[in-house]
Nanobody, 124 residues
Framework: QVQLVESGGGLVQAGGSLRLSCTASPRTFTNYVMAWFRQAPGKEREPVAS????????VYADSVKGRFTISRDNAKNTVYLQMNSLKPEDTAVYYCSRRNGGFATLSITEYAYWGQGTQVTVSS
């Protein structure tokens, strides 16, 4: 059974930073592309960043390029999202997701497994 558990969300002022974590099971973590998506109230879920199984390839949404960094520690079965220079428009529930095979992509339809989400609120 696939489980994805996010943590690290919270309330931060504009310009601040947060680091989200997502711990995944089962243990064959390195085989899977991982990604972060987010959903603001009243809006559709949108991609944030994706990372290949080895961690060598990453893809970012234009809205977060230069501010967010996705990374992974395969020994810990964990993927991270470092968020810097946060803006009020980054406020959303952030979801971790896993793709079965393939390459890093921001296409939401490619992801089959989802965590429960963690709330990020950026105050102005």
């Amino acid at each position: 059974q696939v489980q994805l558990v996010e943590s690290g969300g919270g309330l931060v002022q504009a310009g601040g930073s947060l680091r989200l974590s997502c711990t995944a099971s089962p243990r064959t973590f390195t085989n899977y592309v991982m990604a972060w998506f987010r959903q603001a109230p009243g809006k559709e879920r949108e991609p944030v960043a994706s990372i290949s199984g080895s961690g060598t390839m990453t893809v970012y949404a234009d809205s977060v390029k230069g501010r967010f960094t996705i990374s992974r520690d395969n020994a810990k079965n964990t993927v991270y999202l470092q968020m810097n220079s946060l803006k009020p428009e980054d406020t959303a529930v952030y979801y971790c997701s896993r793709r079965n095979g393939g390459f890093a992509t921001l296409s939401i339809t490619e992801y089959a497994y989802w965590g429960q989400g963690t709330q990020v609120t950026v105050s102005s």
